[in-house]
């Protein structure tokens, strides 16, 4: 069908996906796909479950390398870019080039560091498989951790340590857990959640330095003062973008930016992933999301137009937290006029607005009609009453 090349950077959700769509798409084309990691696709999502010690390592994978030599893509493990040269259409590793007519970025981020954190040998940081698997052998052995970033990462973290049964402290530097999506009211339902299963939570708390001896963490000294003597620290105060090799349009703070099909500033490049800025035409502003059901629409729609076709990124993302006896999901934006209800000790909604506009919901117990808040914010739908999506009835 052609003699097209193209190069994808980065192997996980997105850059697997766009080259599952190429191959499908494109019978012909040379498709090569570069990562840094050691082994093929996983699943991330269900690293904390790995993590916790519920679930084997292997049904983590996603793929194994037969999965890219069926399909005639060419992968390449622990292989690192270190330059982009957009104007000769060139892949830099080092060792070797690729050239492409069509690129793709999907390199994501890599965990913010501590400032005072000098390369602690007990001090974790989690985003890939061999993390995860350091973390979940560090935590059956720990007797007591402290957890740092009160994200959804954070949680995980928190859980894990504690359902080996370690004694742990999570600390949470703002008022409340995930104050981004939650009110204290709501997230109160999650700290409850969290102690029943041992853990500590600490808000309003944020650790300023740590005690050492011979290069590992002895404790935790708290902007307080107060000191939390421990044996492991796991942080997840967020990402950096991993987006230094390339020269396109970044934020201040290195996200890649594309327009609506997902396309950069540079001829012939495209982005996709956590760590990508975009227009939405859903939201009708720019945007960053970072789930994994929506680094898989982003692969797909950037495979799309990288094929020649334009087709607009309009994905309704969806989080979720899936360590209690209650369902956690967070749908859409959650940067609008907020209207909130606690139905009962384990229900509560979070609806928020653009004007008169649905454009995001947290759901903690009571999720019916997910789908349908979806498609509201999807279709841009107004509401006069904005009170009456908090009735129950309303979603019978």
């Known amino acids: 069908m052609s003699d ?21 798409e494109d019978e012909e084309a040379e498709i090569t796909v570069l990562t840094d990691e050691s082994e093929p696709l996983y699943n991330r999502i269900m690293l904390k479950n790995y993590m916790k010690g519920t679930l084997p390592k292997q049904y983590a994978r996603v793929h194994d390398e037969a999965w890219y030599e069926k399909r005639d893509i060419d992968l390449h493990l622990e292989t690192r870019v270190t330059e982009v040269d957009t104007g000769e259409k060139k892949v830099e590793t080092g060792d070797e080039n690729f050239s492409y007519d069509r690129l793709l970025v999907a390199t994501g981020g890599s965990p913010r560091k501590l400032p005072f954190d000098d390369g602690n040998d007990n001090v974790h940081y989690m985003w890939t498989m061999g993390d995860a698997e350091r973390i979940k052998n560090d935590a059956e052995e720990c007797e007591k951790a402290v957890v740092i970033g009160g994200g959804l990462l954070g949680i995980d973290l928190a859980v894990a340590y504690a359902e080996n049964d370690a004694e742990t402290y999570y600390l949470i530097r703002e008022s409340n857990w995930w104050h981004r ?6 997230s109160d339902i999650v700290h409850r959640k969290l102690e029943e299963k041992g853990v500590n939570v600490m808000t309003e708390t944020e650790a300023s330095d740590f005690e050492t001896e011979d290069g590992k ?33 970044k934020t201040d703070g290195g996200l890649i930016r594309t327009d609506k099909y997902l396309k950069t500033s540079s001829d012939d490049v495209f982005a996709a992933g956590n760590m990508v800025e975009y227009y939405s035409p859903t939201f009708e502003r720019r945007t960053v999301n970072g789930s994994w059901d929506h680094s898989e629409e982003m692969g797909e729609c950037a495979a799309e137009n990288m094929l020649g076709n334009e087709e ?24 609008g006029e907020a209207l909130e209800r606690k139905y009962s000790d384990d229900e509560y909604r979070r609806l928020f607005f653009d004007g008169d506009r649905l454009v995001g919901a947290v759901m903690i117990g009571f999720t019916r009609g997910q789908e349908r808040i979806r498609e509201m914010i999807h279709d841009k739908e107004e509401f006069d009453d904005r009170e009456k999506l908090l009735e129950k009835s309303f979603w019978e």
């Open 4 to 24: 097209r090349k193209f190069v994808v950077i980065g192997d996980g959700n997105a850059g697997a996906t766009a080259a599952k769509k190429l191959r499908e």
């Open 181 to 186: 999506g939650l009110d204290e009211e709501g």
């Open 217 to 249: 963490v002895t404790a935790a000294v708290l902007d307080s003062g107060e000191k939390i003597e421990c044996d492991s620290v796991a942080v997840a105060i967020g990402q950096t973008p991993n987006s230094e090799f390339i020269n396109v349009e």
């Open 312 to 335: 607009a990124f309009d994905y309704v993302n969806t989080y979720g937290v899936g360590h209690f006896d209650v369902q956690f999901l967070a749908v859409g934006d959650w940067s």
